[in-house]
């Protein structure tokens, strides 16, 4: 029997994905979802495939950006399945980052959705995790949050802020007996990866992802890096001086910009 056998999962952006993927995975292991994206027509039909699988799933659509939403959300998700053992923090967006059409409002909207949308998924569903001295609080971030990556400021930024705030929660929540689980994934086949023009190393496909994001998650991992061959090179570079990050970098940009 999975660890995640009846658990009670509220998922965002699970209308597409990895966030898709995550919910069929999921339903396979026994837990029960709630599922909040923007768009309900994707939301039912995803219901229907975990419902296909013998699962159970609760349709709760809304916008991350939305605080006074995510808190209806939360309390319908109590309310109706009597809790929330597990929190994923999944809705995200990328957006490339040009020097040359620097767009503050862009950068902070990008931000709004991963940082601020996983906040406030955490806000609305911390307090009743606390009431119980139980739960775990899974935020999806990026590799690319370890390092600052060409064309990516942006993104890299606001998974940079979800990484460091994990790190940060993570100490005060243990003397409350709530997890927190932060995930780093490379690159995943999904809508959002479809987007870019490069080659993109150690490509994964969606289920794949799913099925090592919930055995992380199911193991009440501090952190999830993936692949392994694509999370070493990152951390490699973390480790560099900063001269010599600059100079690899400088070169595999100046790369893609002529392929
Ligand atoms: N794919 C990768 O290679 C990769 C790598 C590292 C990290 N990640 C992270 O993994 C997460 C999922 O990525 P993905 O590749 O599955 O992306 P995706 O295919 O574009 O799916 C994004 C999901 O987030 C939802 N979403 C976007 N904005 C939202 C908002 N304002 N409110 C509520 N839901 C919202 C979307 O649904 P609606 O449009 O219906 O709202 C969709 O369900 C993201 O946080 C992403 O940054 C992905």
Partial sequence: MSNLEGKRVWLTGASLGIGRALAIELAKQGAIVALTARNKERL????KEVESLGGRALIVPGDVRDLDRMKEVAEEIVSVIGGVDILIANAGTHVFSKPEEFDTSEYLELMDINYGGTLRCIEAILPSMLERKSGQIVGVASLAGLRGLPRAAAYCASKAAIINFFQSMRI????????????????VRTPLTDKNDFHMPCLIEADKAARIMCSGIAKGRDEISFPIPFSWTIRLLRLLPLPIYNWIMTRVWRRMKDN
């Fill in 44 to 47: 039912v039909e995803v219901g």
């Fill in 172 to 187: 005060h929540l243990r003397d409350h007996n709530i997890g927190v689980t932060v995930i780093n994934p490379g690159f």
